[in-house]
């Protein structure tokens, strides 16, 4: 008897060899998607430890073996949050270096998109807070989005500095870990009382720190005494 290679669990009726290379593709973007959103949704409601894999598999209306076809573990999932928030701080920096918005610009730009869903989620944020400090597997996969965010924040604020925006007299390296110790804060503060909005909360922080950032470039005769 032949051995046949073991398919993958189907998703909708449809399996990997019957879709198009395009459309397989696209499939798989979104059956990712839909689990990514299915779990943050699920996590919110009943807590991480209350939430199964089945249960995000049913949430999401695909067969439970496809979920470790995109994720090997529900750690993974707080993982993948991380990833889209990086994701969303290295196009801020591409769309900087390419266009001559001033800082001030780009920093608006990064309150909205930080703040878009499912990062203004209160639990979703306590969560991921949470998991920072009590997963072995989930801080050490953030310590290294937290090293990328802070050399992307650095490729920031040294266009800011080249272009005149930004104060020269602090180093870029400690300009953003100042920057990610308020986000991170801020975001922190917000979960524990998110009565204000996160967006709020976030451009006031952004304001502060803009503040301090631009200080250093007034003469101390536009300063005042």
Do not use: C
Not at 45 to 63: H, L, M, Q, R, Y
Not at 87 to 97: D, Y
Not at 129 to 157: I, P, T
Request: glycine share 6%; no cysteine; proline share 6%.
């Amino acid at each position: 008897m032949k051995n046949h290679p073991q398919l993958s669990p189907p998703a909708r009726g449809l399996t990997e060899q019957a879709i198009p290379p395009g459309r397989r593709e696209r499939h798989r973007s979104e059956t990712r998607e839909r689990l990514f959103r299915a779990a943050l949704r699920l996590f919110a409601e009943k807590g991480f430890a209350e939430t199964s894999v089945e249960d995000i598999t049913n949430d999401a209306d695909v067969g439970k073996g496809t979920f470790f076809n995109y994720f090997p573990s529900k750690d993974h999932i707080l993982i993948a949050f991380g990833d889209m928030q990086i994701g969303k701080l290295r196009m801020l920096v591409e769309e900087a270096r390419r266009a001559n918005e001033s800082i001030p610009e780009i920093l608006q730009k990064m309150s909205v998109r930080l703040t878009e869903e499912p990062g203004r989620n209160p639990e979703i944020v306590r969560l991921i807070l949470l998991a920072n400090l009590s997963s072995k597997s989930v801080r050490a996969e953030m310590r290294n989005k937290q090293a990328q965010a802070r050399l992307l924040l650095r490729e920031l604020m040294e266009i800011g500095q080249r272009r005149g925006d930004v104060r020269s007299d602090r180093s870029s390296d400690d300009i953003a870990h100042a920057f990610r110790q308020l986000v991170f804060g801020t975001l922190l503060m917000w979960s524990l009382d998110p009565n204000v909005p996160l967006k709020s909360r976030i451009d006031s922080a952004l304001e502060l720190l803009w503040t301090g950032l631009e200080a250093a470039r007034r003469t101390p005769k536009e300063q005042g005494p």
